[in-house]
């Protein structure tokens, strides 16, 4: 358990370390992740459906329906 407190009081004092003496490169890691952009793609019609049954050779007790339109919208069923 010393050791791992050990090297876990070493892990952060050196990330510290590090950041406090190159705080430009901080700053460009972090310019960098600003900078990304989501780019949310267009959403594309699909369908899906499943049934299944609780007991071997039984009926379908439980069903999931599920399509997305050209609209975007998402509908379904889940039984």
Known sequence: MLVVMFALFLLVTTGLTFT???PEK???????????????????PYSFSWAA???????PDREHQ????????TRGVYR
Do not use: T, V, W
């Open 26 to 44: 901080l700053e460009a890691l972090e310019d960098k992740f600003e900078d990304d952009e989501y780019e949310e793609e267009p959403k594309r």
């Open 66 to 73: 599920e399509q997305r339109g050209e609209d975007g919208i």
């Open 20 to 22: 406090s003496a190159f």
């Open 53 to 59: 049954a609780r007991h071997y050779n039984g009926d």
